[in-house]
Every structure is written in structure tokens, then in C-alpha cells.
């Protein structure tokens, strides 16, 4: 019974998924061929984005991959983590409690309206959100190890049904215990969104307001329709279905033929490899999980030692973000445009060429000085190798190919490009390449996608609230104030930005840091008149270096499981790439023309400032 609930689950998902990706082809198919519009299409592909990643995020908690602080995982085993998973459970299940009754009252009020979504009841839409926050609450509460243990943890059900009976109790009182509570959850393990949605639903609440103010918020903004939400969860499923069969020995074999004879060519096609998988993934660490069994005896092979493998690999895992298409610049255009600040994803993506390739570059850099230090052998340069190699690799790099030229082409707007990307991804692994052998394939990456995107979306979903709360508490105000008082020259507030997100960076994932702290930081950015998308550029690069920072980057963490080897070995790997990624860092912050310099000289923007 239990197996065929979660098979149903998953199937539900990858329909979901699939519709939000087949709506907007239909589009376009219908448009350019016979310039007829589906009535509707817009609305719908916004609410399914809605699904989505709810769904997505209760799969995710099925599973226990909801992004959590970095803290959680140096936990000794036994009666402490026991005790850890209670707390967490607990608070958990209480957070998504009074999210579920939010969501009741809010379903309730959109049947009461009677509102219509391309000939759907909007409340059937909005019903994902107690259905999926309902589903979290009882998946937290099981993560216990005991039925003792899981029988406490469920009491936070019960406790937040009773606190959203008893308003009373937090309105009009001191606050700060309730907030102590949630970051105790977080440290020792409680997923982000429970630490985000507790605070924003803890604030609000002490001003007054019902939960329900929170999750109509949110359900504006996963559903609005200039935020373009979906095109995260389709540019993800391209990265996720380019990943799986042999894909990623085609690139490799054909970055060997090309750069095979400069002096550390196959540690440069490691990384240029491993930067094309992260640009669609956001630097979640699948790189180093997918990618860490296939690269890293091929670097051993060609006599690279094994500390510098591991060590350039940790590092390449997060590479790729300030790529065009990345999914982390996407989120931030998204993000601090909903904030008031207008950023156009094509600007972001142009912006992050050059930073891109200087970080890629630097990378590589180490990769020739670590082959010539070890005299170790170079691949011959063969004509025949390369252009066979970039032939059996044809249809990968046609990726990019394919999804710029339908929008040069005018047969797709900028939105429409992630389901083109899509669907190209998933004909080529399914029907040419044949390495998803089968359609449960197909569906069981589906579902692995979905589950990631679910963390991510049900992040943004509480943090909507969050940022309410802070405007109300006048938190842009107070930051712009104490830098003023504190802080009077450009550059050393650049230097204080840094330091601020690579700390940032080391304890949170890159999406979590963006929905929540970007917003922030926008006033204090034009206060210093820096320009938005360099600010974008500047918080992805600090963000993509949290993920190698000591102790408890993410990176170093994931490395560590997928090369069985102490997370300390592993920091000590990494420390030189980290040593030279922080310069290259400093010089995106201090030279914005390697942001703003191809944008400006075409004329596309000029900038702000």
C-alpha cells in the first residue's frame, strides 16, 4: 500500500512537471505555425509551477532532502542525533502545521470568491498548499528513529493546530524566545524553510495577522506571472536528463580532444564538464554525486595525485553558476525584481560570461601548473580524435544551440526557453541516445528533479513572508542607517559584501541565501549606486564560494560522502582552489567592467549608475 502511494505520488509529480513543460510547447507550436493562442495557457503554467513545487517539496521531505543548514550534519550519532531529530521534527511539523491551516483558510476564501482560472476553480489550484504543507508536517514528524521519538515529534502537529487556535499567545508579546527556538531547530538540523516560515509566521503573527496573510503572499508570488518561476524547475530537469547514460563521457571525451594537449588538459575538461552540468543545477552538489565516479578515476589515470583530484573536483562542483541559463541568476533576476528592482534574465546572463570564464579559468590554471609540477604526460592533438569525439557529442552541445537560436529566431520568448530546453533534453536522452532505457526512466528523474526544486520553491514560498515582516519591522531602513553611520567609502563596503556572503554562502545553499537575503541588500546596493546585475554577478560568485568554505561548505561535505574520505582531507584538498577562486572573486567586485563591459558596449544596458 505504502509502495503504491508513493508511486502514485511520484507519477502526480511527473505529470505536473510534464504539463508545465508540454503548455508552453503547445504555445508555441500553435503560434508560430497557425498564430493561434491556447486562452488560458499563462494562468495554468503559473499554478502548475504552484504544484510543482509544493509536490516537489512534500517528495522531498518524504525523502529527507530538504535543504537544511550545513550545522546539522557534525551532529555526534546516537542519543544526541536522536534527540536532534525529535527537536527538529517537533518544530518542523508545527511551522508547516500553521502553514496547512493558512492554507485551509485560504482555499476556503477562494472557493467563497468563486473565482475562475482558465475555467478551473481557483481554490482546486490553491489546494496544493494545505494538501502539501499537511503532507510535510506528518513526513518530519516520521523522520524520528523510534515510535517514541516520532510520537514526540508529532505533538508539533497538535501544537500547531492549537497555536493557530490561540493567536492570542504570540500577538503582543515578546517574540524573541519563539525566534531562539526555531534557530536552535536550524542548527541542529530543521529544514531552512521551517527557520524562514516560523520567523515570518512568528512576526506577522505578533502584529496581528492571520497565517493566511503569509500563504496568500506566497501563492502571488509563485503564481505571478512576471516571475517566471517555471523556468527553474524545466532548466533543472534539462541539466538533470543531459546528466544520466553516458552524456557526460561524450563531453569528457571531447574536452580531452581539444584540450587534452595543453599542459593539464584533462584537469581542464574535468572542470569545464563539470561547470556545464552545475550551470542548470544551481550548485547543489549532484556534479560531485553524478560526476565524482566518472571524473575522478579518469584524472588518477593520467597520474594527477589524489589529494589535487578531489581537491579540483570539490571545487569544479560549483562552477558554472555565472553561465547563461544558470539557474541561480535566473532566481536572483526573479527575486530582486519582485523587490522593486527590475532585472532582465538576458542582462544576467550576459553579465556572468566573463566572471564565468574567469572563474572556469583560474580553475584550469591550477590544473596546468599542478601537470607541469608533476611532468606528467600530454594527450597528442589528433584531428580524427577531436572531430570524431565532437561528433559523438553533437547532440549535447546542440543544447545551447537549440534554446538561443529559438529565441534569435523569434519562435520563443525568453520564457519559453527553459521547456524548449526541456523537451530537447529529454528527445535526445529518451529517443536518440536512448540512456533512459524507459519511460519509469523518465519518471524517476522527473521525480529526483522535482524533489530539488521542491526544496528550493517551498523556500521561496515561506520567505514571502519573511520579507513582509521585515518591511514591516523597517529592516532595510535600520541596515541602510547603520552602514551609513558606519560605513562611508564604496570599496570597503564592497570588502564588507563579501566577507557577509561567503559567510553566508558557507551556512546556507545559494537559492535559500538568495530569496532571503538579496531583497535585503538591494537598498544598501543602490545606497553605494551598484549597479543590480553587477550585485547579482558579485552575490552568485561570493555564494559559489561559500560552497568550498571551511568547515561547513556544502561541497566539502558532499565530497566527502562521494569519495569516502574525511571532510577534513577533503578541506585541506580544496584549500588552493579556495585561496585562488576568493582573488578572482575580488577582482568581479572591484571591476564591474567584467560584468557590465559586453552589455555596455553593445548598448544592450548601460547601467544604473
Given at each position: 500500500m505504502k509502495a503504491l502511494a508513493v508511486r502514485a505520488e511520484n507519477l502526480l509529480a511527473a505529470l505536473a512537471i510534464s504539463g508545465l513543460m508540454l503548455l508552453p510547447l503547445a504555445e508555441i507550436f500553435?503560434?508560430?505555425?497557425?498564430?493561434?493562442?491556447?486562452?488560458?495557457?499563462?494562468?495554468?503554467?503559473?499554478?502548475?509551477?504552484?504544484?510543482?513545487?509544493?509536490?516537489?517539496?512534500?517528495?522531498?521531505?518524504?525523502?529527507?532532502?530538504?535543504?537544511?543548514?550545513?550545522?546539522?550534519?557534525?551532529?555526534?550519532?546516537?542519543?544526541?542525533?536522536?534527540?536532534?531529530?525529535?527537536?527538529?521534527?517537533?518544530?518542523g511539523a508545527a511551522v508547516s502545521t500553521l502553514f496547512m491551516v493558512g492554507g485551509i483558510d485560504f482555499t476556503r476564501t477562494a472557493y467563497d470568491a468563486g473565482e475562475m482560472i482558465a475555467g478551473i476553480p481557483m481554490w482546486v489550484a490553491v489546494l496544493a498548499i494545505p494538501f502539501a504543507f499537511g503532507l510535510i508536517a506528518i513526513r518530519l514528524a516520521w523522520r524520528a528513529h523510534s515510535w517514541i521519538g516520532r510520537g514526540l515529534a508529532a505533538l508539533g502537529i497538535a501544537g500547531g493546530w492549537w497555536l493557530s487556535q490561540h493567536l492570542d499567545v504570540i500577538a503582543g508579546h515578546?517574540?524573541?524566545?519563539?525566534?531562539?527556538?526555531?534557530?536552535?531547530?536550524?542548527?541542529?538540523?530543521?529544514?531552512?524553510?521551517?527557520?524562514?516560515?516560523?520567523?515570518?509566521?512568528?512576526?506577522?503573527?505578533?502584529?496581528?495577522?492571520?497565517?493566511?496573510?503569509?500563504?496568500?503572499?506566497?501563492?502571488?508570488?509563485?503564481?505571478?506571472?512576471?516571475?517566471?518561476?517555471?523556468?527553474?524547475?524545466?532548466?533543472?530537469?534539462?541539466?538533470?536528463?543531459?546528466?544520466?547514460?553516458?552524456?557526460?563521457?561524450?563531453?569528457?571525451?571531447?574536452?580531452?580532444?581539444?584540450?587534452?594537449?595543453?599542459?593539464?588538459?584533462?584537469?581542464?575538461?574535468?572542470?569545464?564538464?563539470?561547470?556545464f552540468f552545475t550551470l542548470f543545477t544551481g550548485g547543489s552538489g549532484v556534479t560531485i554525486l553524478a560526476l565524482g565516479g566518472l571524473l575522478l578515476p579518469a584524472m588518477l589515470k593520467e597520474g594527477y595525485r589524489e589529494r589535487f583530484s578531489i581537491g579540483l573536483l570539490t571545487a569544479s562542483g560549483s562552477l558554472g553558476l555565472l553561465f547563461p541559463l544558470s539557474v541561480p541568476l535566473i532566481l536572483f533576476a526573479i527575486v530582486v525584481s519582485a523587490a522593486g528592482t527590475p532585472v532582465e534574465m538576458g542582462h544576467m546572463f550576459i553579465g556572468g560570461v566573463l566572471p564565468g570564464?574567469?572563474?572556469?579559468?583560474?580553475?584550469?590554471?591550477?590544473?596546468?601548473?599542478?601537470?607541469?609540477?608533476?611532468?606528467?604526460?600530454?594527450?597528442?592533438?589528433?584531428?580524427?580524435?577531436?572531430?570524431?569525439?565532437?561528433?559523438?557529442?553533437?547532440?549535447?552541445?546542440?543544447?545551447?544551440?537549440?534554446?538561443?537560436?529559438?529565441?534569435?529566431?523569434?519562435?520563443?520568448?525568453?520564457?519559453?526557453?527553459?521547456?524548449?530546453?526541456?523537451l530537447y533534453a529529454l528527445v535526445v536522452q529518451r529517443f536518440i541516445h536512448r540512456d533512459l532505457k524507459s519511460n519509469g526512466d523518465v519518471v524517476r528523474v522527473m521525480d529526483d528533479c522535482v524533489s530539488l526544486v521542491g526544496g528550493v520553491l517551498l523556500i521561496l514560498c515561506v520567505a514571502i513572508g519573511l520579507t513582509r515582516y521585515f518591511v514591516l519591522i523597517e529592516v532595510p531602513e535600520q541596515l541602510i542607517a547603520w552602514t551609513s553611520a558606519h560605513v562611508s567609502d564604496r570599496w570597503v563596503f564592497l570588502l564588507c559584501l563579501n566577507v557577509f556572503l561567503l559567510l553566508v554562502g558557507t551556512v546556507m545553499d545559494i537559492f535559500s541565501a538568495i530569496v532571503v537575503v538579496a531583497p535585503l541588500l538591494l537598498p544598501l546596493a543602490a545606497h553605494f549606486k551598484i549597479d543590480p546585475v553587477h550585485l547579482g554577478v558579485i552575490f552568485v560568485a561570493n555564494l559559489e564560494l561559500g560552497y568550498l568554505h571551511p568547515p561547513l561548505g556544502l561541497n566539502l561535505l558532499l565530497a566527502s560522502v562521494r569519495f569516502k574520505k574525511p571532510v577534513l582531507e577533503v578541506m585541506w584538498a580544496t584549500l588552493p582552489f579556495l585561496?585562488?577562486?576568493?582573488?578572482?572573486?575580488?577582482?568581479?567586485t572591484y571591476w564591474d567592467s567584467l560584468t557590465l563591459g559586453i552589455l555596455r558596449l553593445t548598448g544592450m544596458y548601460a547601467g544604473l549608475y
Open positions: 500553435l503560434r508560430n505555425v497557425f498564430h493561434i493562442i491556447i486562452p488560458g495557457a499563462a494562468p495554468i503554467a503559473q499554478n502548475l509551477t504552484l504544484w510543482v513545487g509544493l509536490l516537489g517539496a512534500a517528495i522531498a521531505a518524504r525523502e529527507g532532502k530538504l535543504l537544511t543548514l550545513a550545522t546539522g550534519e557534525f551532529l555526534p550519532k546516537g542519543i544526541v542525533e536522536n534527540v536532534a531529530l525529535i527537536v527538529t521534527g517537533f518544530v515578546a517574540l524573541w524566545p519563539w525566534f531562539t527556538a526555531l534557530g536552535v531547530s536550524a542548527l541542529l538540523g530543521a529544514p531552512i524553510f521551517a527557520l524562514l516560515g516560523g520567523v515570518a509566521l512568528v512576526g506577522l503573527l505578533g502584529f496581528g495577522m492571520l497565517p493566511d496573510l503569509a500563504v496568500g503572499a506566497a501563492y502571488e508570488q509563485l503564481t505571478s506571472s512576471s516571475a517566471g518561476l517555471a523556468t527553474i524547475p524545466l532548466f533543472t530537469l534539462a541539466g538533470f536528463l543531459m546528466a544520466e547514460g553516458k552524456s557526460p563521457e561524450r563531453l569528457l571525451r571531447m574536452l580531452r580532444a581539444w584540450f587534452g594537449w595543453i599542459p593539464g588538459g584533462t584537469a581542464i575538461a574535468a572542470a569545464a564538464l563539470c561547470a570564464v574567469l572563474m572556469l579559468g583560474l580553475v584550469g590554471l591550477l590544473g596546468s601548473r599542478e601537470a607541469i609540477r608533476q611532468r606528467l604526460e600530454r594527450l597528442p592533438f589528433r584531428v580524427s580524435e577531436m572531430l570524431a569525439a565532437t561528433w559523438e557529442a553533437k547532440w549535447e552541445l546542440l543544447l545551447p544551440v537549440v534554446v538561443l537560436g529559438a529565441l534569435i529566431g523569434n519562435w520563443a520568448k525568453t520564457a519559453e526557453l527553459a521547456p524548449v530546453a526541456a585561496g585562488i577562486l576568493a582573488g578572482g572573486v575580488l577582482l568581479i
